[in-house]
């Protein structure tokens, strides 16, 4: 757009025709039709000579009968699949219209946050509206990025701040689809929507504008409408802004697997033979149980991923990305995005969930990228917590043994037991994510299976840990902790966050049970409550504790392979390793105890001369909590962090 006329581009190889209607309101139901000029690449351009900022538009196409999408939107009007803003009612189809605007935000010379090192990151991943919808974090706004950033609240920026972390990953901002269908009853359109009771899609994993923000959070937000201003575009960068200036690092969840299903977006519903993939019989593919999956391997539909990454870098800084399901992308658009990513912004973090189609981390690895470990995962917390838990529950996960173990506390590297990464800089080591159980409620029905399936009658005492939940939950913060790579939380692991199905209006048959897919949950289910902090005040000191120390010590996240040196013994639930932290230029080298035995080991020989202690079964602290050196006794199913400098 110039200050004298507007461009259009809208890429339909197969329409006869596209008309591009420009309408001055949002709610106008008829505007100018303009006719479209079709290229020879399948491309439908336009160039109206007038400044159109601030007015709507979309396309209607026309097609061949052969050639006609079949979809319950025949015929319907679409935004651009390019849109960088949309206006949309609060509704199952959203209507949406693409929204012209010329936008200019003053970052004052704040640029991205990069790390030098991924390793260096200790990411928080988090919904936003999770951290300020509650009332206990004194938001003014429901859960909006105004909040996230508001200095007189205790959620949002303000938690991490105090957390210490310096990363924050974002469950999807890319604009969603944030309603479903009527429950229980049948669409004109044909849906049936048989299985979600909330009629929502909280999480976001459901886009359906990649380059447009989520305007469900913005100030503007109206019980019929989101995004009649662009408020979304300013706040998104207002908040983006803030965690720069306060050094933390940005990372967005992105969905470039499939598409969202039920709502009038072009990639679902008029361009589905360029965005969609089919299988032999001309049926969509849907290896992942999402719907459909997206066509990385179509020229356009791979443009659209990496023009759309390059924007969100571009114009919100937006400083790397995590990637659901990417082993749904072909392994070509693996590659072209790294390089055009990296090509311009050689410190971007790039991270896939590396599965989907196929179990892919060590792919993953081979094309240089790094991926979330489940291997660490399910090794220490297990993979389930009745039949199948892990070692800091003195048992064994089905997959693991000690090799593995010893492996998975080097980087979980290819050519150790259950390797699946070059270097450790691949590694994302996790205990908890946004998927199933969080970790504090895995430690409580593991030790307490029968409260899987019961509903919790008193929230005060499930939540606070007692004394086994909290040794436990400590051993698993501190083994995670000590593990080379990156490392991630997910929001109130650091308190033992329980996830209750809470009480709403909706006739819920779980209500009052422990979740463990809360994706359609918008209400205190998922909002954190920060006066739970209390409850388990020990644990959230000692994951700040934690923070600290591995910010400091480089050793712990980046040393070299043969620096680290296992003792043996005829016990395999100890643990415990010397790590050399001279090629990190950390000043100190680090002895490290893992006991997962339910039973004290005593009499432990100390490497030679005296070490500080900063970190036992209670607390943590960079400062020195001790002193020991010589035999020291170890408590059940708990760990100690050493250090001494090195001469």
């Not at 994510?433 to 499930?462: A, C, K, M, W």
Request: charged share 25%.
């Amino acid at each position: 757009m110039s200050d004298d006329s507007t461009k259009f581009g809208f890429y339909c190889p197969k329409a006869t025709s596209v008309t591009c209607i420009i309408f001055d309101h949002y709610d106008d139901e008829e505007g100018a039709e303009h006719p479209m000029n079709k290229g020879e690449n399948g491309s439908w351009t336009l160039t109206i000579e007038e400044n159109l900022s601030e007015k709507w538009y979309g396309y209607r196409a026309k097609f061949k009968k052969s050639d006609q999408p079949k979809s319950p939107y025949r015929d319907a009007f679409f935004a651009d699949p390019y849109s960088k803003h949309v206006t949309v009612k609060n509704t199952y189809q959203q209507d949406a219209k693409s929204y012209i605007f010329d936008h200019h935000f003053d970052w004052e010379d704040t640029g991205h946050c990069f790390p030098k090192d991924p390793r260096d990151l200790v990411i928080y991943e988090t919904h936003l509206k999770d951290l300020t919808a509650h009332k206990s974090s004194g938001s003014e706004a429901m859960g909006s990025y105004k909040m996230f950033i508001d200095s007189n609240q205790r959620g949002g920026i303000n938690h991490l701040k105090k957390l210490g972390v310096n990363c924050v990953e974002f469950l999807p901002l890319q604009k969603f689809a944030p309603v479903e269908p009527p429950y229980g009853v049948k669409t004109d359109e044909g849906f049936h929507n048989s299985w979600n009771v909330y009629e929502a899609n909280y999480w976001g994993y459901m886009t359906s504008f990649f380059f447009a923000p989520e305007n469900a959070y913005a100030s503007d937000r109206s019980n019929r409408h989101s995004g009649k201003t662009t408020a979304a575009v300013d706040e998104f960068k207002q908040v983006v802004k803030k965690l720069h200036s306060e050094g933390i690092t940005v990372l967005m969840d992105v969905v470039y697997n499939h598409t969202s299903l039920f709502d009038k977006n072009p990639h679902t519903h008029l361009l589905p033979d360029v965005f969609l993939r089919r299988d032999g019989n001309g049926n969509l593919l849907n290896r992942s149980g999402t719907g459909n999956e997206y066509k990385s391997e179509e020229p356009a539909a791979r443009q659209l991923i990496i023009d759309s990454l390059l924007y969100w870098m571009d114009e919100y800084k937006i400083d790397g990305f995590r990637f659901d399901l990417a082993a749904l992308l072909d392994e070509e658009t693996w590659d072209i995005i790294k390089a055009e990513i990296q090509k311009k912004y050689p410190k971007a973090v790039l991270i896939a969930e590396p599965w989907g189609g196929n179990y892919s981390p060590h792919r993953f690895s081979d094309h240089g990228w790094a991926s979330w470990n489940d291997r660490i995962r399910n090794s220490f917390k297990g993979a389930d917590p009745q039949h199948d838990r892990g070692f800091i529950f003195s048992d064994w996960q089905h997959e693991t043994r000690r090799q593995r173990l010893e492996n998975i506390l080097r980087g979980t590297l290819n050519h150790g037991e259950g390797g699946l990464f070059h270097t450790s800089a691949h590694s994302v080591n996790y205990l908890e994510s946004h998927d199933g159980y969080t970790l504090g409620d895995f430690i409580r029905i593991g030790l307490n299976p029968e409260i899987h399936d019961q509903v919790i009658e008193n929230l005060y005492e499930h939540k606070k840990l007692n004394d086994d939940e909290m040794r436990l939950s400590k051993l698993a913060a501190l083994s995670l902790f000590v593990a080379q790579g990156i490392t991630m939380i997910h929001a109130g692991q650091e308190f033992a966050r329980s996830k209750v199905i809470a009480k709403t209006p909706v006739n819920d048959p779980d209500e009052g049970k422990i979740d463990h897919n809360s994706y359609q949950k918008n209400n205190e289910t998922n909002w954190i409550n920060f006066d739970d902090i209390d409850l388990n005040r020990d644990l959230y000191e000692y994951y700040r504790g934690l923070i600290d120390i591995r910010k400091k010590s480089p050793a712990l996240r980046k040393c070299n392979p043969d620096e680290i040196h296992f003792d043996y013994y005829g016990n395999p639930l100890l643990l415990s390793f010397y790590i050399n932290g001279n090629s990190t230029g950390d000043m100190y080298d680090y002895y490290v105890i893992l006991n997962g035995n339910s039973y004290p080991y005593e009499n432990h020989e100390l490497p030679g001369g005296a070490w500080e202690v900063i970190a036992d079964h209670e607390i943590t602290s960079s400062h020195v909590i001790n002193i020991a050196s010589g035999s020291i006794n170890i408590p059940p199913q708990s760990g100690i962090l050493f250090r001494k400098l090195r001469h």
